[in-house]
């Protein structure tokens, strides 16, 4: 499965990790050095793996649900679930 990784800023008020605007990427700039974890539907890790420079990353997954844990620094972590299928590529942006 292939996924793609994007940071957009948040419409509130900056986050207390947040040191300034100027730290974060612009809107719809894809983010590096990101982890994206993969859960399996009960919630246990089953791997780990960094984004690119261009925000990709790919887990080879077989068939079944789970979810996606991204953890960016000054981010909060965001899960989105996921249905993967083998022979499939599943093109997923997750906004953080």
């Known amino acids: 499965m292939t996924r793609s990784t994007r940071r957009s800023s948040r419409p509130s008020a900056p986050s207390p990790r947040s040191s300034s605007p100027s730290d974060r990427p612009r809107s719809g700039e894809p983010v ?5 974890r993969l859960l399996d539907r009960t919630g ?4 780990e793996v960094p ?16 979810t ?22 599943a093109e997923i942006k997750i906004v953080l």
């Open 32 to 36: 590096g050095s990101v982890y994206v």
């Open 44 to 47: 246990e890790f089953t791997a």
């Open 51 to 66: 984004t690119s420079a261009t925000g990709h990353f790919r887990f080879f997954a077989g068939d079944g649900e789970g």
């Open 68 to 89: 996606l844990r991204t953890l960016a620094p000054k981010a909060d972590p965001v899960d989105k679930k996921v249905v993967a299928s083998v022979g499939s590529i």
